[in-house]
């Protein structure tokens, strides 16, 4: 006859454990430490994630810094010009002008570390990382840029990509 036992009742007659509930406690062990395993994974996945992203927030804002210290007018803002009288919106003129006013420096000499090696522009030089910026003249008003700046990195679904807006008036 099939009955079971508790724990006080193993300890006390000194028979001990039957090999089906070692095994039933190994299999319980098992499932807890799997979750476990799956957890550490999601959380390596997620500070990769995070580490990716601040490391993109940082290039961009440091390529605002390098933009506010230029001329309204340098080649490296030359912009897609708005007009306010026939663009109907920003995302339509940036439709109809795909490509102008981007800029991208070569891997070479862009100053980021693209291949995350500690070091920047070195020879031969090449990795998943990028930074371009596109410039919108006379956007939202005369005499204002619009500049997107977009950093990504890595490739495929582990791309992450980081995009921040900075407007430059004209002083002048
Ligand atoms: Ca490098
Ligand atoms: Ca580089």
Redesign the pocket.
Known sequence: MVTSRSIKQVFNNGNGFTIIEVLIAIGILSIGILGMATMQISSIRGNNTAGKLTSNSIWAINRIEKIIALDYDDAELTGSVYDHDTDTSLSAHLAANVGVGLHQNP??S?G???NSDGQ??ETG?TGAMTMQWQVVDDYPILDSKWIQITVSKGTGLAQKTVSIIYYKINTI
């Open positions: 891997v070479s862009d980021l570390d693209n920047i522009d030089e």
